[in-house]
C-alpha cells in the first residue's frame, strides 16, 4: 500500500451541532506510511462512524487501511467499494436505506423531526417505538424476520438458524459496492469474524483473499438475530462475539511502519452506574462491547515502548558482538523505533438512548448519530500538534477528544 503523503489542507470555520462556531484547522500530515481508519461494531450507531469519515473526507485525510467488524465491516465496503468522489454519496444511501422500515411506509420527514426534536421524554417513546419497529419487521435493505418464525426447538441448516434473513444485505451491498475495486484498490480491507465450530477469530483480509459480499455479512452476523455465513464449507459469526475492535489487528501488523490510526468506536467503557434495569441493560452492553479498547491500546503502548529501548541498547553492543551473538540477532529482530500515533473517536451516549440504541434505525437518529460523528472528527482535528508523530520513549501516543472535557 502506498504511504499516505503531505495533504495541503485549509482552514475552514464550521459549526458544531448547537450552532457554535469551531475551527477545523488544516496543517500538514506528516509522512504517515500507514493512515488506518478502526470501525467497532455497534448496529445503528454506526453512523457516527459515517460521520467521521465525512470529516477526514473534508479535511482530505484518506486512509489506505480500513479495518471493521460488524457494522463497521458494512461501513468499509461501502468507503473501499467506491472511488474517493462517490464514497461520501454511496455511505448516505446506504445509511438512508437501511433506517427505513422494511414494510411500512416511513413517518414523514417532517412528523419524525418534529417528534425527534421535541421534549425528550417524547423523543424517547419516539426511539423506543422505532426499536420494536426494527425487531417486528427489519429494516429495508438489511434484515426481515424469518416467516414462519424459528422455535427454539426447530432444527434448520446453520445459515438459516437465526431470526431474522438478511438476504436483502447481499443485495445492498451489490448495488453500492464494487468489489473489484476492494480487491484491487489502492485500500488494505480487514474485516474480523468468528470461526463458529472452532471458536477461532479470523480476518478476511484484501492482501490475501479476494474479497466478496459475503466476508463482510459474517462480519456482522451477529447471532441469534443473524445466521451465520458460510465461507469455503466454514460457518462465521459477528467478530464482536469475540472481540469487537480490529485495532489489535492493525497495531501488531508486519513489518512495522510509522502509523496514525483513527479508531473509532460506537461503545464506551465508562458510565454512570445503573439504577433500574433499563440502565442495567444499556450499561451491560456498553460494557461487553467496548471490547478491549483501552487494554489492547496500553498493552500495545507498553509493546513498543520495550521495543523501542531494545533498540537503543542494541546500538550500546559492539557490531561485531551483535552479528555473532545469538541472542543479539534475536533482539534485533524485535527491536523497532516506529511510531504509532492513535486518535481516539468515542461516541457518547445520549441520555434519550437506552439498550436499545444498537437496533434503533431511525431516520433521524441516524443523521443525529452521524452529526456526532463528523462534530468530534472536526473538534479532533482542530487540536494543535495532535496529528504530529510522537517523539516520546515509546514512540506511541494516543487522544481523546471527549478527555479534554473531563475535570482534572
Given at each position: 500500500m502506498k504511504a499516505h503523503g503531505p495533504?495541503?489542507?485549509?482552514?475552514?470555520?464550521?459549526?458544531?451541532?448547537?450552532?457554535?462556531?469551531?475551527?477545523?484547522?488544516?496543517t500538514q500530515l506528516p509522512s504517515?506510511?500507514?493512515?488506518?481508519?478502526?470501525?467497532?461494531g455497534g448496529g445503528a450507531l454506526g453512523a457516527y462512524q459515517a460521520g467521521v469519515f465525512e470529516g477526514l473526507h473534508e479535511a482530505n485525510i484518506h486512509p489506505n487501511w480500513i479495518a471493521g467488524i460488524s457494522i463497521g465491516a458494512l461501513n468499509t465496503a461501502i468507503i473501499a467499494g467506491n472511488?474517493?468522489?462517490?464514497?461520501?454519496?454511496?455511505?448516505?444511501?446506504?445509511?438512508?436505506?437501511?433506517?427505513?422500515?422494511?414494510?411500512?411506509?416511513?413517518?414523514?420527514?417532517?412528523?419524525?423531526?418534529?417528534?425527534?426534536?421535541?421534549?425528550?421524554?417524547?423523543?424517547r417513546s419516539f426511539t423506543n417505538?422505532?426499536?420494536?419497529?426494527?425487531?417486528?419487521?427489519?429494516?429495508?435493505?438489511?434484515?426481515?424476520?424469518?416467516?414462519?418464525?424459528?422455535?427454539p426447538w426447530a432444527e434448520r441448516r446453520p445459515e438459516q438458524a437465526s431470526l431474522y434473513d438478511t438476504s436483502q444485505l447481499k443485495s445492498t451491498l451489490l448495488r453500492l459496492c464494487d468489489f473489484d475495486r476492494i480487491n484491487d484498490g489502492d485500500i488494505h480491507v480487514s474485516v474480523g469474524a468468528v470461526n463458529v465450530a472452532t471458536g477461532n477469530f479470523a480476518y478476511f483480509d484484501n492482501t490475501?483473499?479476494?474479497?466478496?459480499?459475503?466476508?463482510?455479512?459474517?462480519?456482522?452476523?451477529?447471532?441469534?438475530?443473524?445466521?451465520?455465513?458460510?465461507?469455503?464449507?466454514e460457518y462465521f459469526w459477528d467478530g464482536g462475539v469475540v472481540s469487537n475492535t480490529p485495532l489489535h489487528e492493525v497495531l501488531r501488523a508486519t513489518p512495522q511502519k510509522d502509523s496514525l490510526i483513527f479508531q473509532v468506536d460506537l461503545w464506551t467503557a465508562q458510565g454512570l452506574v445503573p439504577k433500574d434495569l433499563n440502565e442495567v441493560a444499556a450499561?451491560?452492553?456498553?460494557?461487553?462491547?467496548?471490547?478491549?479498547?483501552?487494554?489492547?491500546t496500553d498493552m500495545m503502548h507498553r509493546n513498543q515502548l520495550f521495543r523501542n529501548m531494545l533498540k537503543h541498547v542494541l546500538e550500546t553492543v559492539p557490531e561485531d558482538v551483535r552479528k555473532d551473538n545469538r541472542w543479539?540477532?534475536?533482539?534485533?529482530?524485535?527491536?523497532?523505533?516506529?511510531?504509532?500515533?492513535?486518535?481516539?473517536?468515542?461516541?457518547?451516549?445520549?441520555?434519550?438512548?437506552?439498550?436499545?440504541?444498537?437496533?434503533q434505525f431511525g431516520v433521524s437518529t441516524m443523521r443525529d448519530h452521524w452529526a456526532n460523528?463528523?462534530?468530534?472528527?472536526?473538534?479532533?482535528?482542530?487540536?494543535?500538534?495532535?496529528?504530529?508523530?510522537p517523539v516520546n520513549d515509546a514512540g506511541f501516543v494516543t487522544h481523546d477528544i471527549h478527555r479534554l472535557d473531563r475535570p482534572a
Amino acid at each position: 500500500m502506498k504511504a499516505h503523503g503531505p495533504v495541503d489542507r485549509r482552514i475552514k470555520d464550521t459549526a458544531d451541532l448547537h450552532g457554535a462556531a469551531i475551527s477545523t484547522t488544516r496543517t500538514q500530515l506528516p509522512s504517515y506510511e500507514t493512515v488506518a481508519l478502526v470501525l467497532q461494531g455497534g448496529g445503528a450507531l454506526g453512523a457516527y462512524q459515517a460521520g467521521v469519515f465525512e470529516g477526514l473526507h473534508e479535511a482530505n485525510i484518506h486512509p489506505n487501511w480500513i479495518a471493521g467488524i460488524s457494522i463497521g465491516a458494512l461501513n468499509t465496503a461501502i468507503i473501499a467499494g467506491n472511488p474517493p468522489e462517490s464514497r461520501l454519496g454511496k455511505l448516505r444511501e446506504f445509511w438512508e436505506t437501511i433506517c427505513r422500515p422494511a414494510y411500512s411506509p416511513p413517518v414523514p420527514s417532517s412528523v419524525e423531526n418534529m417528534l425527534f426534536n421535541s421534549h425528550e421524554y417524547l423523543r424517547r417513546s419516539f426511539t423506543n417505538f422505532q426499536a420494536m419497529g426494527a425487531i417486528v419487521q427489519g429494516q429495508d435493505g438489511f434484515f426481515v424476520p424469518r416467516l414462519p418464525p424459528l422455535f427454539p426447538w426447530a432444527e434448520r441448516r446453520p445459515e438459516q438458524a437465526s431470526l431474522y434473513d438478511t438476504s436483502q444485505l447481499k443485495s445492498t451491498l451489490l448495488r453500492l459496492c464494487d468489489f473489484d475495486r476492494i480487491n484491487d484498490g489502492d485500500i488494505h480491507v480487514s474485516v474480523g469474524a468468528v470461526n463458529v465450530a472452532t471458536g477461532n477469530f479470523a480476518y478476511f483480509d484484501n492482501t490475501k483473499t479476494r474479497l466478496g459480499p459475503e466476508h463482510f455479512m459474517a462480519s456482522g452476523a451477529l447471532p441469534p438475530a443473524f445466521a451465520p455465513v458460510e465461507i469455503d464449507g466454514e460457518y462465521f459469526w459477528d467478530g464482536g462475539v469475540v472481540s469487537n475492535t480490529p485495532l489489535h489487528e492493525v497495531l501488531r501488523a508486519t513489518p512495522q511502519k510509522d502509523s496514525l490510526i483513527f479508531q473509532v468506536d460506537l461503545w464506551t467503557a465508562q458510565g454512570l452506574v445503573p439504577k433500574d434495569l433499563n440502565e442495567v441493560a444499556a450499561r451491560l452492553k456498553d460494557i461487553q462491547y467496548s471490547s478491549r479498547t483501552r487494554f489492547v491500546t496500553d498493552m500495545m503502548h507498553r509493546n513498543q515502548l520495550f521495543r523501542n529501548m531494545l533498540k537503543h541498547v542494541l546500538e550500546t553492543v559492539p557490531e561485531d558482538v551483535r552479528k555473532d551473538n545469538r541472542w543479539c540477532r534475536e533482539a534485533q529482530s524485535l527491536a523497532c523505533s516506529k511510531r504509532y500515533n492513535i486518535l481516539h473517536l468515542i461516541y457518547k451516549v445520549k441520555t434519550y438512548e437506552e439498550h436499545y440504541k444498537d437496533y434503533q434505525f431511525g431516520v433521524s437518529t441516524m443523521r443525529d448519530h452521524w452529526a456526532n460523528g463528523l462534530n468530534d472528527v472536526r473538534k479532533t482535528l482542530a487540536q494543535d500538534r495532535w496529528l504530529d508523530m510522537p517523539v516520546n520513549d515509546a514512540g506511541f501516543v494516543t487522544h481523546d477528544i471527549h478527555r479534554l472535557d473531563r475535570p482534572a
